[in-house]
């Protein structure tokens, strides 16, 4: 097999198990928790919160590593950080032990996810970059589909959610290990950012010269940027605040645990489809009106869900949800790709993922909604009016141009 594919192997697989322990099933094992360690719900959401902003701030360390100590190591230290917050959270009997195994979590995740991934990818398959990294978010999200109800499943066989814990820590390893034997960099990727221009990429009908190449604070500065950051910002919110509350939402308005558990896992399986289909959509529809497709359905199920305690209302939501999910982040990142060339493009995604640690106030806000008013509702309505403002000026988004004196420089 080519190098490249055990690669990309490699990085699907710690992808997939990135989703599917911790992001997606941490609000199964805390409905658990709670109940065990009698918990609030704000000091839940606390929990949820510190794993995003350990995962956001944390981000801009792979593309500072990436280049010094390669991506191998990166990976295998993600892989490293991830196994350390399991066991964490299997041996904490309180709250500051367990907010800690988050940190650690949201270390290894932004060690080991998809800034490496999407980095590794748009460098050892320059030609099919759009579609691969499709895929590849696709298989790494199918751990959203897998992680609640396999969760739900140990938790209640073992009648223990430390179990859960452990067993996590001991597949970190694992995972670790095959990451460290595939994952290596590709053959000239070592060069320097005035020789790197934009490349092919989906919906981009006009490449720009080697001398056009942009750099990374060039890039950071535009208005295209911002929009594209405040997106991820604003899905990363709801994606967290979705999978911190739904079980306790739904089961609030009459659902059991399991059918509750059965919708989150829905939404990833829907999220995953969608992601497969967004990376082929982008090469014929522009990456930013993908974007702001995946935006307006965001809000369309944020609606319904505020609303919900129905069965329909229950399927509408994962179905708007999860289309939207998962078309805003495949295209964020082919939109990062096709304004700013792969390696650029690449690297400044892990600023998207600092700022969007934003996002982590969106289980807290949720938490102290539902201890205050009883119910997570209000938080979904702000969420779809947000959703809906970006929108429009996502969709008539165009490509930035260097200006005459940057060029020069």
């Not at 704000?42 to 944390?58: D, E, K, N, P």
């Not at 969106?362 to 119910?375: E, L, R, S």
Request: aromatic share 12%; hydrophobic share 55%; net charge positive.
């Amino acid at each position: 097999m080519q190098q490249k594919w055990l690669v990309l192997v490699a990085v699907s697989l710690i992808f997939f198990f990135l989703n599917g322990a911790t992001f997606a099933s941490l609000g199964v094992v805390l409905f658990s928790m709670i109940k065990d360690l009698h918990w609030s719900q704000t000091a839940a959401g606390v929990s949820f919160s510190l794993l995003g902003i350990a995962c956001g701030v944390a981000s801009p360390l792979p593309a500072l590593l990436l280049k010094r100590i390669g991506s191998r190591r990166v990976v295998v230290l993600g892989g490293t950080c991830l196994a350390a917050g399991f066991w964490l959270a299997f041996a904490a009997s309180g709250l500051p032990l367990f907010y800690l195994a988050m940190i650690f979590l949201g270390l290894g995740y932004a060690l080991a996810g998809n800034i490496p991934g999407v980095y590794l990818i748009a460098t050892w398959f320059p030609q099919t970059s759009s579609r691969v990294i499709g895929f590849y978010l696709m298989l790494g999200a199918a751990g959203n589909v897998v992680g609640p109800p396999l969760v739900a499943a140990v938790v209640a066989a073992s009648h223990s959610w430390r179990f859960n814990w452990f067993l996590m820590g001991i597949a970190a390893v694992c995972i670790t290990f095959l990451c460290l034997l595939f994952v290596r960099d590709a053959p000239g990727t070592t060069a320097s950012a005035d020789q790197q221009g934009s490349v092919a990429t989906p919906g981009s009908t006009v490449l720009h010269p080697p001398v056009l190449a942009w750099r990374d604070r060039e890039a950071l500065l535009t208005r295209q940027f911002l929009l594209v950051a405040v997106s991820m910002t604003l899905t990363v919110a709801g994606i967290t605040t979705n999978s911190s509350v739904t079980v306790m939402h739904l089961v609030h308005l009459g659902t059991t645990p399991a059918f509750a558990a059965f919708i989150l896992s829905l939404v990833a399986l829907v999220a995953t489809l969608a992601k497969g289909v967004a990376g082929r959509l982008s090469e014929n529809i522009r990456p930013s009106r993908v974007l702001a497709a995946g935006l307006v359905l965001q809000s369309i199920g944020d609606v319904a869900f505020s609303t919900g305690g129905s069965p329909m209302g229950d399927y509408v939501f994962a179905c708007a949800f999860g289309v939207g999910w998962g078309f805003s982040y495949v295209a964020a990142n082919l939109v990062l790709l096709e304004y700013f060339g792969r390696e650029v493009g690449a690297r400044i995604l892990s600023v998207v993922w600092m700022l969007s640690t934003l996002a982590a106030a969106g289980p807290v806000a949720a938490g102290m909604i539902a201890d205050h008013f009883g119910t997570f509702s209000p938080i979904f309505v702000v969420y779809a009016v947000l959703l809906i403002a970006l929108a429009l000026p996502i969709f008539i988004m165009r490509t930035p141009v260097r200006a005459a004196h940057e060029v020069a420089a």
